[in-house]
């Protein structure tokens, strides 16, 4: 669909196209802010709030330690394993000064995870929580790591509230379990070796390097990362910086540089939170409140609580814990102008009683870790659809194809396919998988279908691949498969998607077991040791057999056809009871 068919129906001060930022490299839009905006707030984390001249000074500190200290060199790939402390920023932009590559890691991985990570990406050098250090310890010498930085949680925060915190962390709450690293260094000594040494020297970066490994799964569930340029994560930031330029009725913009207080409970770590918190609003030299565990809601409205906050990015899930806890209505919403909801479908009544409780409408945009990550985004305030996924950022085409490659009447549901220059490059060293995916003009192929509404929405309606989206993560049967069919137990096995209240979708595992003493319990354990507690199934159902084609592939298809008829029976029967 060509650009120009949005001309008209964009909002007021959206354009259809967006200059490229003129940048080299996301260094230079850094750095630039770090002197345009150096005595604003940037980053509040436990309590402590950093300016963006201390974010200056400590990444400068860290490019330094990196430079002067390690045999890193250009283009070297170093993970950061952190939550959403003040450390991350630091650290994330202390490694693209010092020309490095990021690789963004869960710290939920199990130790199968993170060794497939860390050897895929060929990182050198790893920055880790200690809360995880044992998982780190299990797989270290298995990997191409070879520097190794431990952070306690308030490292940033200055004493004596840092030694309160920590030392809660270790030994009141046991939160750290042992782990032996000796040539692991504390990130406050590693400060202080950057700040000892020379200066660092800003590497010169292009707009065609690499700036981001982010990791993302595929119908095989072997993780894959996409490699996005410093030019691809710029193009974004323009014409995210765009949508939200929208003009008001009166004829200001609905975000004033220097002016917002973001909410920031999305992890750093995902490409969402990434482009949004850690680009766009330093960008525009914006202040954001990081939440390291938004999982307790209690603690998350304690943390925001005295924070006149005008911007909010979140999901379903999110959104409706905040909702179910009695403090959350207290807070003072009346300067919330902007909602962002990514990662995965947001409800409808979610999006309803959100905006019933804060005055403020759920903006939802659509996206994938291969563009940077943002396709599409619903205008802001009373504009926004909810149901949709809005409508292509500037500066980005899509068409709708059907199984055969031909593009579909408009109305009628189609993969969706996207191109722009926020498209990645391909997969990192799987040119295989990128062929899959990405075609030499540079179209996409995202493997949703969705279709075009005469007003120019979008709205997603179906996945072709069977990924599970758990509280917004991506959940991979075949992966599960392949951990659950190793347990000796289990004959065969099939993983699908299905509704649930509290994370969007939960995996449901088909089990053909050896003989019956195979418990649920035993199942749930063995996949707990061996991936992430967002993958683990949430229903185990023991079979004899299972639905195969002829060749013997499992038709999750049938087994999703079984699902719905089974709810459909229940509610019946509810319904005549």
């Given amino acids: 669909m060509d650009s120009a068919f949005w001309d008209d129906k964009r909002p007021a001060g959206v354009p259809t196209e967006t200059a490229p930022l003129q940048y080299n490299s996301l260094i230079e839009l850094i750095e630039e802010s770090f002197q345009d905006f150096s005595e604003r707030p940037a980053f509040t984390g436990i309590g402590h709030t950093l300016t963006y001249q201390d974010i200056d000074r400590l990444s400068a500190q860290f490019a330094a330690w990196l430079q002067n200290d390690t045999s890193l060199k250009q283009g070297d790939r170093i993970a950061i394993q952190l939550p959403n402390l003040l450390q991350y920023p630091v650290v994330a932009f202390g490694a693209l000064r010092a020309g490095l590559v990021i690789v963004n890691t869960n710290p939920l991985y199990t130790a199968r995870e993170l060794r497939h990570q860390l050897n895929d990406s060929g990182a050198r050098a790893l920055v880790f929580l200690e809360n995880f250090g044992s998982t780190v310890e299990e797989v270290v010498s298995d990997t191409p790591i070879e520097y190794l930085v431990r952070t306690s949680l308030a490292d940033l925060v200055p004493a004596p509230k840092r030694w309160l915190v920590n030392g809660l962390v270790r030994h009141v709450k ?14 406050r000594d590693v400060l202080a070796l950057g700040k000892s040494s020379p200066h660092f020297t800003p590497q010169p970066r292009t707009r065609d390097d690499i700036a981001v490994l982010q990791y993302t799964g595929g119908t095989t569930g072997i993780a894959k990362g996409a490699m996005l340029t410093h030019g691809n994560l710029l193009a974004n930031v323009a014409q995210i910086d765009a949508c939200l330029g929208q ?13 917002e207080i973001a909410i920031a409970p999305l992890p750093l770590y995902h490409i969402y939170a990434f482009i949004v918190n850690l680009m766009c609003l330093p960008y525009m030299g914006q202040h954001s409140v990081l939440v390291a565990n938004p999982r307790d809601a209690g603690l998350f409205i304690k943390a925001i609580k005295n924070h006149k906050f005008t911007f909010f990015a979140g999901l379903n899930t999110l959104f409706v814990a905040l909702m179910e806890h009695p403090e959350f209505k207290k807070l003072d919403f009346s300067a919330l102008k902007i909602t962002l909801s990514g990662g995965t479908a947001l409800q409808e009544e979610t999006a309803r009683r959100w905006e019933g409780i804060t005055g403020c409408r759920i903006s939802e945009g659509y996206g994938l870790t291969e563009c940077s990550p943002v396709v599409s985004i619903n205008p802001l305030g009373s504009a926004a659809r909810p149901g949709t996924a809005g409508m292509p950022l500037p500066s980005t085409q899509i068409k709708f194809i059907d199984a055969e490659g031909e593009v579909v009447p408009q109305g009628e549901p189609g993969e969706l396919c996207a191109r722009g220059p926020q498209v990645m490059n391909g997969y990192w060293r799987r040119a295989d998988e990128t062929a899959k995916v990405l075609n030499d003009e540079g179209w996409l192929k995202t493997g949703d279908v969705a279709l075009l509404e005469d007003d120019g929405f979008i709205k997603i309606v179906d996945r072709i691949k069977d990924m599970i989206l758990v509280s917004g993560f991506n ?20 993983c699908i998607g299905v509704p649930d209240e509290k994370t969007g979708e939960a995996p449901r595992l088909y089990v053909i077991p050896i003989n019956t003493s195979l418990r649920e319990d035993d199942v749930i354990n063995w996949c707990r040791e061996r991936m992430a507690a967002y993958k683990v199934p949430k229903q185990v159902v023991f079979r004899k057999e299972l639905p195969v084609t002829p060749v013997g592939k499992v038709l999750r298809k049938e087994l999703k056809a079984e699902f719905r008829r089974e709810q459909k029976d229940s509610q019946s029967t509810k319904v005549s009871s």
């Fill in 247 to 259: 003009v008001r009725d009166d004829g200001s913009r609905w975000m004033e540089p220097g002016q």
């Fill in 475 to 494: 959940v991979y049967p075949n992966e599960i498969e392949n951990v659950v069919a190793g347990h000796p137990s289990v004959i065969n096995c099939a």
């Fill in 174 to 187: 046991k939160l750290v379990p042992h782990f032996d690293l000796p040539k692991a260094l504390k990130f």
